[in-house]
């Protein structure tokens, strides 16, 4: 790897990690690309600085290949959680200074936090998260982007709120956390209305603190009992 620029390990190449990985090679990165199968490490082979065939569930597979050089690893494997996991552990155990996780749902990101991961992306709520920027400062959304403590969720509704709304749930009082916006049939209603009630099938948007969404699980556990 040329350290003059910037170098990334994309570990995980199906449509998201090798989209990711071709883009970075194309603005002119170093770019280590790694995958457990042949036929896509040799797509990948004539576009990007590296290409390597390993499945990170095996002991020592990133083990020689350049991992430990680099400047950030993103982790683009969160349809394997094991996988995921392992490779995020491995590459906190190797000082990679930046890891950047992929996540399949929330619960998924929280667990790739705790694990080392510095950043969790969550590829399906991205319209949700560019939808709430509109609610928002440009300065106030930044920060919650980078914030360690505030973040934007997505979660499907629970069972114990469909044919509810806000005002009976009484959700930001009870909770701490505001519903920002609802997913419904491909469509996003921003900021809804306190009397909007809750389909099965939608998906919720919650700007809260870390802390108040760990005690979301709970709270809708003691409220289905």
Known sequence: MDKKKKSYAVIGCGRFGSSLALELSKQGMEVLAVDASAEVVNELAEDVTVAVQADVTQDGALDGIGLKDVDVAIIAMSGDFESSIMATTICR?????????????????????????????????????????????????????????????????????????????????????????????????????????????????????????????????QRQK
């Open 93 to 221: 155990e190797k000082n990679i200074p930046t890891v950047i996780a992929k996540a399949k749902d929330s619960r998924h990101g929280r667990i790739l936090h705790r694990m080392g991961a510095m950043k969790v992306i969550l590829p399906e709520r991205e319209e949700g998260i560019r939808l709430a920027h509109l609610l928002t400062e440009n300065s106030i959304y930044e920060h919650l982007r980078m914030s360690e403590e505030y973040s934007i969720e997505e979660f499907p509704v629970p069972e114990t709120w469909i044919d509810s709304n806000l005002n009976e749930l009484n959700i930001r009082q009870m909770l701490n956390i505001s519903i920002i916006a609802i997913k419904r049939d491909g469509k996003m209603l921003i900021n809804p209305r306190p009397d909007e009630p809750f389909f099965r099938g939608d998906m919720l948007y919650g700007l809260a603190s870390n802390k108040e969404f760990q005690g979301l699980n709970q709270w809708i556990t």
